[in-house]
Protein backbone atom coordinates (compact mmCIF):
# COMPACT_ATOMS: atom_id res chain seq x y z
CA UNK A 1 0.00 0.00 0.00
CA UNK A 2 1.76 3.41 -1.24
CA UNK A 3 0.69 6.66 -0.16
CA UNK A 4 2.32 9.90 0.94
CA UNK A 5 3.39 11.46 3.95
CA UNK A 6 4.57 14.95 5.20
CA UNK A 7 8.15 13.24 6.48
CA UNK A 8 8.79 11.52 2.71
CA UNK A 9 6.83 10.42 0.12
CA UNK A 10 7.55 6.32 0.24
CA UNK A 11 5.30 4.87 2.74
CA UNK A 12 4.08 1.59 3.43
CA UNK A 13 1.47 1.70 5.47
CA UNK A 14 1.39 -1.90 7.26
CA UNK A 15 -0.81 -0.72 10.21
CA UNK A 16 -3.29 -3.78 8.95
CA UNK A 17 -0.92 -6.16 7.62
CA UNK A 18 -0.77 -9.44 8.91
CA UNK A 19 2.58 -10.88 9.59
CA UNK A 20 5.48 -11.26 7.79
CA UNK A 21 3.78 -8.60 4.68
CA UNK A 22 5.21 -5.34 6.57
CA UNK A 23 8.83 -6.65 6.70
CA UNK A 24 8.72 -8.06 2.88
CA UNK A 25 7.08 -4.64 1.92
CA UNK A 26 9.77 -2.82 3.46
CA UNK A 27 12.44 -4.62 2.32
CA UNK A 28 11.01 -4.62 -1.26
CA UNK A 29 10.74 -0.56 -0.76
CA UNK A 30 13.93 -0.20 0.42
CA UNK A 31 15.43 -2.04 -2.52
CA UNK A 32 14.05 0.29 -5.04
CA UNK A 33 15.60 3.24 -3.10
CA UNK A 34 18.72 5.02 -3.96
CA UNK A 35 21.12 5.61 -1.03
CA UNK A 36 20.35 8.59 1.33
CA UNK A 37 16.33 8.07 0.69
CA UNK A 38 14.24 7.95 3.59
CA UNK A 39 11.04 5.71 3.50
CA UNK A 40 8.34 5.49 6.22
CA UNK A 41 6.83 2.18 7.73
CA UNK A 42 3.39 2.90 9.74
CA UNK A 43 2.76 -0.07 11.87
CA UNK A 44 0.95 -0.78 15.07
CA UNK A 45 3.57 -2.20 16.97
CA UNK A 46 7.31 -2.01 17.23
CA UNK A 47 9.12 -4.39 14.69
CA UNK A 48 12.20 -5.48 16.41
CA UNK A 49 13.45 -7.97 14.13
CA UNK A 50 12.93 -5.62 11.28
CA UNK A 51 14.95 -3.72 13.66
CA UNK A 52 17.79 -6.06 13.82
CA UNK A 53 18.01 -6.83 9.61
CA UNK A 54 18.27 -3.31 9.37
CA UNK A 55 21.10 -2.50 11.61
CA UNK A 56 22.61 -5.59 10.46
CA UNK A 57 22.38 -3.74 6.62
CA UNK A 58 23.92 -0.27 8.02
CA UNK A 59 20.44 1.38 7.73
CA UNK A 60 19.50 4.18 9.94
CA UNK A 61 15.83 4.36 11.71
CA UNK A 62 14.20 6.64 13.83
CA UNK A 63 10.88 5.77 15.76
CA UNK A 64 7.76 7.61 17.13
CA UNK A 65 4.72 6.93 19.07
CA UNK A 66 1.32 8.38 18.23
CA UNK A 67 -1.13 8.79 20.62
CA UNK A 68 -3.22 6.51 18.56
CA UNK A 69 -1.38 3.72 18.81
CA UNK A 70 0.78 3.88 15.83
CA UNK A 71 4.59 3.25 15.21
CA UNK A 72 6.23 5.62 12.60
CA UNK A 73 9.37 4.11 11.85
CA UNK A 74 11.37 6.20 9.38
CA UNK A 75 14.08 4.52 7.73
CA UNK A 76 17.40 5.32 5.21
CA UNK A 77 18.80 3.51 2.82
CA UNK B 1 15.67 -12.30 2.64
CA UNK B 2 14.65 -16.06 4.25
CA UNK B 3 17.35 -15.64 6.32
CA UNK B 4 16.21 -12.39 8.36
CA UNK B 5 13.08 -14.07 8.72
CA UNK B 6 14.57 -16.30 10.96
CA UNK B 7 15.56 -14.95 14.32
CA UNK B 8 19.11 -16.09 14.67
CA UNK B 9 18.52 -16.92 18.80
CA UNK B 10 15.17 -17.88 18.40
CA UNK B 11 15.13 -21.09 19.99
CA UNK B 12 14.01 -24.49 18.28
CA UNK B 13 9.77 -25.23 17.76
CA UNK B 14 10.02 -27.92 20.35
CA UNK B 15 11.38 -25.05 23.07
CA UNK B 16 7.78 -23.50 23.47
CA UNK B 17 5.93 -26.19 22.42
CA UNK B 18 6.51 -28.22 25.10
CA UNK B 19 5.50 -25.82 27.12
CA UNK B 20 2.35 -25.19 25.38
CA UNK B 21 1.48 -28.80 25.33
CA UNK B 22 1.85 -29.61 28.63
CA UNK B 23 -0.23 -26.57 29.47
CA UNK B 24 -3.40 -28.53 28.59
CA UNK B 25 -2.68 -31.41 29.96
CA UNK B 26 -1.92 -29.83 33.42
CA UNK B 27 -5.49 -28.05 33.46
CA UNK B 28 -7.29 -31.10 32.17
CA UNK B 29 -6.06 -32.81 35.58
CA UNK B 30 -7.99 -29.91 37.03
CA UNK B 31 -10.74 -31.28 35.14
CA UNK B 32 -10.29 -34.54 36.32
CA UNK B 33 -10.01 -33.82 39.99
CA UNK B 34 -13.47 -32.43 39.70
CA UNK B 35 -14.87 -35.35 37.94
CA UNK B 36 -12.85 -37.68 41.14
CA UNK B 37 -13.90 -34.59 44.03
CA UNK B 38 -17.23 -33.68 42.76
CA UNK B 39 -19.55 -30.85 43.82
CA UNK B 40 -17.76 -30.34 47.55
CA UNK B 41 -14.71 -28.41 45.46
CA UNK B 42 -16.79 -25.65 44.57
CA UNK B 43 -18.62 -25.13 47.82
CA UNK B 44 -15.48 -22.94 49.10
CA UNK B 45 -12.30 -21.41 47.81
CA UNK B 46 -10.36 -22.68 51.03
CA UNK B 47 -11.62 -26.30 50.51
CA UNK B 48 -8.36 -28.20 50.12
CA UNK B 49 -8.87 -29.59 46.37
CA UNK B 50 -10.24 -26.17 45.24
CA UNK B 51 -6.70 -25.08 45.94
CA UNK B 52 -5.27 -27.58 43.72
CA UNK B 53 -7.51 -27.55 40.87
CA UNK B 54 -6.75 -23.44 41.17
CA UNK B 55 -3.14 -23.58 41.00
CA UNK B 56 -3.81 -26.62 38.13
CA UNK B 57 -4.43 -23.92 35.99
CA UNK B 58 -2.84 -21.00 37.29
CA UNK B 59 0.55 -22.10 37.14
CA UNK B 60 0.01 -25.46 35.24
CA UNK B 61 -1.84 -23.83 32.60
CA UNK B 62 -1.43 -19.98 32.38
CA UNK B 63 2.45 -19.37 33.96
CA UNK B 64 3.36 -22.70 31.51
CA UNK B 65 1.83 -20.61 28.31
CA UNK B 66 3.38 -17.14 30.20
CA UNK B 67 6.99 -18.27 30.23
CA UNK B 68 6.91 -20.75 27.40
CA UNK B 69 5.97 -18.14 25.06
CA UNK B 70 7.84 -15.28 26.76
CA UNK B 71 10.92 -17.40 26.48
CA UNK B 72 10.01 -17.56 22.42
CA UNK B 73 8.60 -13.83 22.26
CA UNK B 74 10.86 -11.83 24.47
CA UNK B 75 13.26 -10.89 21.41
CA UNK B 76 10.52 -10.07 18.95
CA UNK B 77 8.01 -8.08 21.07
CA UNK B 78 10.79 -6.31 22.90
CA UNK B 79 14.34 -6.54 21.44
CA UNK B 80 15.31 -8.46 24.38
CA UNK B 81 17.47 -11.89 23.83
CA UNK B 82 17.86 -14.44 26.02
CA UNK B 83 21.19 -15.90 26.63
CA UNK B 84 20.36 -19.73 26.25
CA UNK B 85 17.00 -19.69 25.47
CA UNK B 86 17.20 -23.46 25.22
CA UNK B 87 18.67 -24.66 27.69
CA UNK B 88 16.34 -22.50 30.03
CA UNK B 89 13.34 -23.72 27.98
CA UNK B 90 14.79 -26.98 29.04
CA UNK B 91 15.56 -26.82 32.70
CA UNK B 92 12.63 -24.73 33.36
CA UNK B 93 10.10 -27.27 31.62
CA UNK B 94 10.65 -30.20 34.75
CA UNK B 95 11.10 -27.83 37.32
CA UNK B 96 7.25 -25.96 36.34
CA UNK B 97 5.91 -29.50 35.41
CA UNK B 98 6.78 -31.41 38.85
CA UNK B 99 6.44 -28.17 40.85
CA UNK B 100 2.63 -27.77 40.06
CA UNK B 101 2.30 -31.50 40.60
CA UNK B 102 3.95 -31.27 43.84
CA UNK B 103 2.15 -28.32 44.67
CA UNK B 104 -1.65 -29.76 43.54
CA UNK B 105 -0.64 -33.44 45.14
CA UNK B 106 0.36 -31.35 48.45
CA UNK B 107 -3.20 -28.99 48.66
CA UNK B 108 -5.05 -32.08 48.29
CA UNK B 109 -3.34 -34.71 50.17
CA UNK B 110 -1.85 -31.78 52.83
CA UNK B 111 0.92 -33.60 52.69
CA UNK B 112 3.88 -31.44 54.65
CA UNK B 113 6.88 -32.50 52.46
CA UNK B 114 5.12 -32.00 49.02
CA UNK B 115 4.17 -28.70 49.82
CA UNK B 116 7.86 -28.36 50.47
CA UNK B 117 9.00 -29.82 47.31
CA UNK B 118 6.38 -27.63 45.71
CA UNK B 119 8.15 -24.31 46.93
CA UNK B 120 11.66 -25.61 46.45
CA UNK B 121 10.89 -26.42 42.38
CA UNK B 122 8.99 -23.55 41.83
CA UNK B 123 11.16 -20.89 43.42
CA UNK B 124 13.63 -22.18 41.46
CA UNK B 125 11.99 -22.40 38.28
CA UNK B 126 11.03 -18.80 38.93
CA UNK B 127 14.38 -17.19 39.96
CA UNK B 128 15.67 -18.87 37.14
CA UNK B 129 13.31 -17.85 34.61
CA UNK B 130 13.52 -14.09 36.43
CA UNK B 131 16.81 -14.04 36.15
CA UNK B 132 17.01 -14.66 32.61
CA UNK B 133 14.59 -12.98 31.32
CA UNK B 134 15.13 -9.71 33.97
CA UNK B 135 18.88 -9.55 32.57
CA UNK B 136 17.67 -9.58 28.48
CA UNK B 137 14.79 -7.00 29.49
CA UNK B 138 16.58 -4.74 31.41
CA UNK B 139 19.21 -4.14 28.72
CA UNK B 140 16.22 -3.23 26.16
CA UNK B 141 15.43 -0.02 26.30
CA UNK B 142 11.22 0.89 27.30
CA UNK B 143 10.41 1.99 23.75
CA UNK B 144 6.78 0.90 24.09
CA UNK B 145 4.20 0.49 26.48
CA UNK B 146 4.93 -3.70 25.56
CA UNK B 147 8.91 -3.47 26.82
CA UNK B 148 7.84 -1.06 29.95
CA UNK B 149 4.88 -3.59 31.05
CA UNK B 150 6.74 -6.05 30.35
CA UNK B 151 9.46 -5.20 33.30
CA UNK B 152 6.65 -4.41 35.67
CA UNK B 153 5.04 -7.77 35.11
CA UNK B 154 8.70 -9.15 35.85
CA UNK B 155 8.81 -7.57 39.46
CA UNK B 156 4.52 -8.25 40.04
CA UNK B 157 5.76 -12.56 39.33
CA UNK B 158 9.00 -12.19 41.34
CA UNK B 159 6.31 -10.85 44.44
CA UNK B 160 3.41 -13.57 43.83
CA UNK B 161 6.82 -16.38 44.37
CA UNK B 162 7.37 -14.89 46.97
CA UNK B 163 4.04 -14.71 48.51
CA UNK B 164 2.97 -17.73 47.03
CA UNK B 165 6.26 -19.31 48.38
CA UNK B 166 5.94 -18.03 52.11
CA UNK B 167 2.10 -19.49 52.08
CA UNK B 168 3.11 -22.53 50.96
CA UNK B 169 5.55 -22.49 53.51
CA UNK B 170 3.42 -21.53 56.29
CA UNK B 171 0.61 -23.97 55.51
CA UNK B 172 3.15 -26.56 55.26
CA UNK B 173 4.12 -25.66 59.03
CA UNK B 174 1.13 -24.50 60.51
CA UNK B 175 2.77 -21.03 61.19
CA UNK B 176 -0.02 -18.98 62.75
CA UNK B 177 -0.11 -16.07 59.77
CA UNK B 178 -2.89 -14.16 58.59
CA UNK B 179 -3.36 -16.89 55.57
CA UNK B 180 -6.72 -15.57 53.73
CA UNK B 181 -5.23 -11.80 53.73
CA UNK B 182 -1.89 -12.80 52.57
CA UNK B 183 -3.69 -15.83 50.30
CA UNK B 184 -5.58 -12.74 48.92
CA UNK B 185 -2.97 -10.60 48.15
CA UNK B 186 -1.18 -13.18 46.53
CA UNK B 187 -3.66 -13.89 43.65
CA UNK B 188 -4.07 -9.87 43.52
CA UNK B 189 -0.46 -9.43 42.58
CA UNK B 190 -0.41 -13.17 40.36
CA UNK B 191 -3.90 -12.67 38.86
CA UNK B 192 -3.83 -8.27 38.10
CA UNK B 193 -0.04 -7.40 38.52
CA UNK B 194 1.50 -10.05 36.91
CA UNK B 195 -0.76 -11.95 34.66
CA UNK B 196 -3.21 -9.16 33.95
CA UNK B 197 -0.29 -6.25 32.92
CA UNK B 198 1.50 -9.50 31.12
CA UNK B 199 -1.60 -9.88 29.08
CA UNK B 200 -2.22 -6.30 28.26
CA UNK B 201 1.72 -5.72 27.00
CA UNK B 202 1.26 -8.83 24.50
CA UNK B 203 -2.23 -7.64 23.49
CA UNK B 204 -0.78 -4.46 22.67
CA UNK B 205 0.94 -6.67 20.04
CA UNK B 206 -0.78 -9.25 19.42
CA UNK B 207 -4.63 -7.99 18.93
CA UNK B 208 -4.06 -6.04 16.42
CA UNK B 209 -1.43 -7.96 14.71
CA UNK B 210 -3.29 -11.08 14.71
CA UNK B 211 -7.46 -9.90 14.59
CA UNK B 212 -6.51 -6.66 12.53
CA UNK B 213 -8.17 -4.32 14.89
CA UNK B 214 -6.81 -0.54 15.43
CA UNK B 215 -3.97 -0.51 18.00
CA UNK B 216 -4.80 0.48 22.01
CA UNK B 217 -4.42 4.34 22.40
CA UNK B 218 -0.69 4.99 23.44
CA UNK B 219 -1.91 6.57 26.59
CA UNK B 220 -3.72 4.09 28.06
CA UNK B 221 -0.68 1.48 27.46
CA UNK B 222 2.12 3.55 29.32
CA UNK B 223 -0.19 3.91 32.25
CA UNK B 224 -1.89 1.00 32.52
CA UNK B 225 1.47 -1.11 34.39
CA UNK B 226 2.12 1.89 36.32
CA UNK B 227 -1.58 1.69 37.43
CA UNK B 228 -2.03 -1.06 38.48
CA UNK B 229 0.88 -2.29 40.56
CA UNK B 230 0.27 1.30 42.34
CA UNK B 231 -3.27 -0.07 43.16
CA UNK B 232 -1.70 -3.62 44.19
CA UNK B 233 1.28 -1.48 46.23
CA UNK B 234 -2.15 0.49 48.12
CA UNK B 235 -3.46 -2.82 48.75
CA UNK B 236 -0.45 -3.97 50.33
CA UNK B 237 0.05 -1.67 52.82
CA UNK B 238 -3.91 -1.29 53.51
CA UNK B 239 -2.95 -5.17 55.02
CA UNK B 240 0.34 -4.01 56.63
CA UNK B 241 -0.44 -1.28 58.00
CA UNK B 242 -4.33 -2.99 59.20
CA UNK B 243 -6.38 -0.06 57.03
CA UNK B 244 -9.12 -1.56 55.75
CA UNK B 245 -10.15 1.18 53.62
CA UNK B 246 -6.75 1.18 51.69
CA UNK B 247 -7.32 -2.33 51.27
CA UNK B 248 -10.68 -1.58 49.71
CA UNK B 249 -9.90 0.73 47.67
CA UNK B 250 -6.96 -1.00 46.10
CA UNK B 251 -8.78 -3.88 45.62
CA UNK B 252 -11.64 -2.23 43.57
CA UNK B 253 -8.65 0.19 41.74
CA UNK B 254 -7.30 -3.36 40.55
CA UNK B 255 -10.34 -4.37 39.32
CA UNK B 256 -11.53 -1.06 37.76
CA UNK B 257 -8.45 -1.15 35.89
CA UNK B 258 -8.86 -4.40 34.76
CA UNK B 259 -12.04 -3.67 33.86
CA UNK B 260 -10.95 -1.05 31.41
CA UNK B 261 -8.31 -3.07 29.56
CA UNK B 262 -11.72 -6.06 29.43
CA UNK B 263 -14.13 -2.91 27.72
CA UNK B 264 -11.06 -1.25 25.15
CA UNK B 265 -10.29 -4.32 24.31
CA UNK B 266 -13.81 -5.45 23.22
CA UNK B 267 -14.50 -1.98 21.74
CA UNK B 268 -11.29 -2.51 19.93
CA UNK B 269 -12.55 -6.08 18.48
CA UNK B 270 -15.70 -4.50 17.30
CA UNK B 271 -13.32 -2.15 14.59
CA UNK B 272 -11.66 -5.43 13.45
CA UNK B 273 -10.94 -6.03 9.78
CA UNK B 274 -11.81 -9.44 9.74
CA UNK B 275 -14.78 -10.38 8.64
CA UNK B 276 -15.04 -14.34 9.12
CA UNK B 277 -15.04 -15.03 12.98
CA UNK B 278 -11.66 -17.65 13.72
CA UNK B 279 -10.18 -18.97 17.25
CA UNK B 280 -8.38 -15.96 17.82
CA UNK B 281 -11.36 -14.01 17.96
CA UNK B 282 -14.06 -16.52 19.70
CA UNK B 283 -11.61 -17.32 22.38
CA UNK B 284 -11.21 -14.06 23.11
CA UNK B 285 -14.80 -12.91 22.75
CA UNK B 286 -15.88 -15.35 25.33
CA UNK B 287 -13.32 -14.72 27.35
CA UNK B 288 -13.69 -10.55 27.28
CA UNK B 289 -17.11 -11.92 28.19
CA UNK B 290 -16.27 -13.87 31.15
CA UNK B 291 -13.53 -10.87 32.61
CA UNK B 292 -16.23 -8.43 32.40
CA UNK B 293 -18.78 -10.41 34.14
CA UNK B 294 -16.37 -11.15 36.86
CA UNK B 295 -14.94 -7.95 37.27
CA UNK B 296 -18.02 -6.22 38.09
CA UNK B 297 -18.70 -9.08 40.66
CA UNK B 298 -15.49 -8.39 42.09
CA UNK B 299 -16.22 -5.16 41.90
CA UNK B 300 -20.21 -5.28 43.29
CA UNK B 301 -18.90 -8.16 46.11
CA UNK B 302 -16.28 -5.91 47.55
CA UNK B 303 -18.62 -3.10 47.83
CA UNK B 304 -21.41 -5.02 49.69
CA UNK B 305 -20.00 -7.77 51.27
CA UNK B 306 -23.13 -7.95 53.68
CA UNK B 307 -25.84 -8.83 51.01
CA UNK B 308 -22.54 -11.27 48.69
CA UNK B 309 -21.84 -13.46 51.85
CA UNK B 310 -22.40 -16.92 49.82
CA UNK B 311 -19.39 -18.72 49.65
CA UNK B 312 -20.07 -19.83 46.06
CA UNK B 313 -19.27 -15.76 44.88
CA UNK B 314 -15.74 -16.24 45.20
CA UNK B 315 -15.82 -19.46 43.85
CA UNK B 316 -17.97 -18.59 40.79
CA UNK B 317 -15.66 -15.39 40.21
CA UNK B 318 -12.53 -17.75 39.87
CA UNK B 319 -14.52 -19.51 37.70
CA UNK B 320 -15.12 -17.03 35.49
CA UNK B 321 -11.62 -15.48 35.78
CA UNK B 322 -9.69 -18.41 35.41
CA UNK B 323 -10.57 -20.96 33.11
CA UNK B 324 -13.27 -18.53 31.62
CA UNK B 325 -10.92 -15.76 31.07
CA UNK B 326 -7.70 -16.37 31.20
CA UNK B 327 -7.80 -19.89 29.88
CA UNK B 328 -9.79 -18.69 27.29
CA UNK B 329 -7.25 -15.41 26.17
CA UNK B 330 -4.10 -17.77 26.27
CA UNK B 331 -5.61 -20.37 24.15
CA UNK B 332 -6.83 -17.78 21.30
CA UNK B 333 -3.74 -16.83 21.65
CA UNK B 334 -1.79 -20.07 20.78
CA UNK B 335 -4.28 -20.88 17.95
CA UNK B 336 -2.18 -18.17 16.52
CA UNK B 337 1.05 -17.93 18.01
CA UNK B 338 1.96 -21.86 17.54
CA UNK B 339 1.27 -21.88 14.03
CA UNK B 340 2.95 -18.93 13.19
CA UNK B 341 6.49 -20.25 14.86
CA UNK B 342 5.89 -23.60 12.61
CA UNK B 343 5.43 -21.93 9.72
CA UNK B 344 8.43 -19.21 10.56
CA UNK B 345 10.59 -22.47 11.38
CA UNK B 346 9.89 -24.00 8.59
CA UNK B 347 10.05 -20.79 6.21
CA UNK B 348 13.73 -21.07 7.58
CA UNK B 349 14.44 -24.10 7.02
CA UNK B 350 13.03 -24.55 3.49
CA UNK B 351 16.23 -21.42 2.34
CA UNK B 352 13.55 -19.81 -0.09
CA UNK B 353 13.97 -22.51 -2.56
CA UNK B 354 11.18 -24.21 -0.51
CA UNK B 355 7.68 -22.26 0.42
CA UNK B 356 6.64 -23.68 3.77
CA UNK B 357 2.85 -24.85 4.12
CA UNK B 358 0.40 -22.23 5.08
CA UNK B 359 -0.60 -21.19 8.81
CA UNK B 360 -4.33 -22.57 8.06
CA UNK B 361 -2.33 -26.49 7.25
CA UNK B 362 -0.36 -26.45 10.30
CA UNK B 363 -3.65 -25.95 12.74
CA UNK B 364 -6.28 -26.25 10.54
CA UNK B 365 -9.12 -23.26 11.93
CA UNK B 366 -12.21 -26.18 11.57
CA UNK B 367 -10.53 -28.03 14.44
CA UNK B 368 -9.52 -25.15 16.64
CA UNK B 369 -13.45 -23.71 16.30
CA UNK B 370 -14.61 -27.68 17.16
CA UNK B 371 -12.45 -27.36 20.63
CA UNK B 372 -13.73 -23.94 21.02
CA UNK B 373 -17.33 -24.96 21.17
CA UNK B 374 -16.54 -27.99 23.48
CA UNK B 375 -14.39 -25.17 26.04
CA UNK B 376 -17.75 -22.95 25.71
CA UNK B 377 -20.05 -26.03 26.90
CA UNK B 378 -17.19 -26.88 29.42
CA UNK B 379 -17.68 -22.82 30.64
CA UNK B 380 -20.93 -23.13 30.67
CA UNK B 381 -21.37 -26.59 32.85
CA UNK B 382 -18.62 -25.38 35.38
CA UNK B 383 -20.73 -21.96 35.88
CA UNK B 384 -23.93 -23.61 36.61
CA UNK B 385 -21.94 -26.16 38.79
CA UNK B 386 -21.03 -23.81 41.29
CA UNK B 387 -25.31 -23.18 41.70
CA UNK B 388 -26.20 -27.03 40.92
CA UNK B 389 -22.43 -28.60 42.45
CA UNK B 390 -24.35 -31.73 43.41
CA UNK B 391 -25.61 -32.31 40.19
CA UNK B 392 -22.70 -30.96 37.73
CA UNK B 393 -19.83 -30.38 39.39
CA UNK B 394 -18.91 -34.11 37.92
CA UNK B 395 -20.10 -33.88 34.65
CA UNK B 396 -18.26 -30.09 34.21
CA UNK B 397 -15.09 -31.78 35.36
CA UNK B 398 -15.27 -34.56 32.83
CA UNK B 399 -16.26 -31.63 29.87
CA UNK B 400 -13.46 -29.36 30.61
CA UNK B 401 -10.97 -32.09 30.76
CA UNK B 402 -11.73 -33.30 27.27
CA UNK B 403 -11.90 -29.90 26.11
CA UNK B 404 -7.95 -28.88 27.41
CA UNK B 405 -7.49 -32.93 26.27
CA UNK B 406 -8.51 -31.84 22.87
CA UNK B 407 -6.53 -28.32 22.71
CA UNK B 408 -3.29 -30.48 23.90
CA UNK B 409 -4.04 -33.20 20.82
CA UNK B 410 -4.69 -30.17 18.20
CA UNK B 411 -0.92 -28.46 19.32
CA UNK B 412 0.50 -32.31 19.16
CA UNK B 413 -0.83 -32.65 15.47
CA UNK B 414 0.60 -29.30 14.48
CA UNK B 415 3.72 -30.67 15.95
CA UNK B 416 3.41 -33.88 13.93
CA UNK B 417 2.59 -32.03 10.86
CA UNK B 418 5.55 -29.63 10.98
CA UNK B 419 7.89 -32.16 11.66
CA UNK B 420 6.23 -34.15 8.36
CA UNK B 421 7.10 -30.97 6.78
CA UNK B 422 10.77 -30.37 8.35
CA UNK B 423 11.73 -34.37 6.86
CA UNK B 424 10.17 -33.72 3.44
CA UNK B 425 12.44 -30.29 3.21
CA UNK B 426 15.79 -32.20 4.49
CA UNK B 427 15.02 -35.35 1.80
CA UNK B 428 14.79 -32.17 -1.04
CA UNK B 429 18.12 -31.53 0.13
CA UNK B 430 19.59 -34.03 0.36
CA UNK B 431 18.29 -35.41 -3.44
CA UNK B 432 19.64 -31.93 -4.30
CA UNK B 433 23.03 -32.26 -3.23
Known amino acids: ?77 | MQALLSFENAPPFTAPLRFFITAPLLAALAGLLLLWEGGDLLLSRWHPGALALTHLLTVGFMLMVMLGALIQILPVVAGASLRSPLLLARLLHPLLTFGVLALAGGFASGEQQLLQVATLLLLSGGLLFLASAGRALWSAPSTSPTVAGLKIALLALSVSLLLGGALALALAHGWAWPLPELTNLHAGWALGAWSTVLLAAVAYVVVPMFQLTPAYQARSGWYFAPAMSAALLLWSAGEIFALPPLVLLGKQCAAGLGLAFVAQTMYLQTKRRRARPDAIYRFWQSGLGCGLFALLLVLTVNALPDAFSWPGWPVLIGILLLPGTFVALITGMLYKIVPFLGWMHLQSAGRGKLTAPSMGKLLPEEENLRQWRLYLFAMASLILAVFFPAWLARPAGALFAIAMGMLAWNLFRALRRYREHLRRIAEHFSEAV
Open chain 1, 1 to 77: MSMTHPKTPHVVDARYMEPPEPFVQTMEMLDTLKVGEKMLLLLFREPHPLYKALRQNGHAYETELLPDGTFEILITR
